[in-house]
């Protein structure tokens, strides 16, 4: 249960995202069809460690929609539907979240800065138990 709980967390990874341009140039690091990838760490004792991808589905000003896919330590793959925030251009903050759905839900947050996105995630399992854990995430070009 600890796990499905800490992949959770590691999910909410925010979705869409895309490469930044360090200069603010005119690329949308969160454009439409952007994947972003990386490494997540659970927030516990043991440090535990998988892999996270989120994709950009859509994108509406700085608002946008995608999936959150993780791996968690012991190879579950677990996919979550996120919506959020995202700068358009260079660096800023990032806001995400996946539905809730009874007491399970995931929140990222974050900040986007020379073509990283650092994101704090919290989340509820659908059985109450929280946890926590820190995602890294590159735009794949």
Do not use: Y
Not at 42 to 60: F, I
Not at 82 to 110: D, F, H, M, N, S
Request: hydrophobic share 45%.
């Amino acid at each position: 249960m600890r796990l499905f709980i800490l992949a959770i967390v590691l999910c909410s990874v925010l979705s869409p995202h895309a490469c930044i341009a360090e200069d603010g140039g005119a690329k949308d690091s969160f454009a439409a069809g952007s994947v972003w990838m990386g490494d997540m760490r659970l927030a516990r004792e043991d440090s535990r460690t998988g892999q996270a991808a989120l994709t950009v589905a859509e994108r509406n000003g700085e608002t946008f929609k995608g999936a959150l896919v993780v791996k968690g330590p012991g190879g579950r793959v677990f996919t979550f539907e996120v919506t959020g925030t995202a700068p358009t251009k260079a660096a800023g903050a990032v806001i995400c979240e996946t539905p809730k759905e009874g007491l399970q839900q995931l929140k990222l947050r974050g900040k986007l800065s020379n073509g990283v996105t650092i994101l704090g995630v919290v989340g509820t399992s659908p059985f109450g138990d929280k946890g926590a854990a820190a995602i890294v995430l590159k735009q794949k070009l």
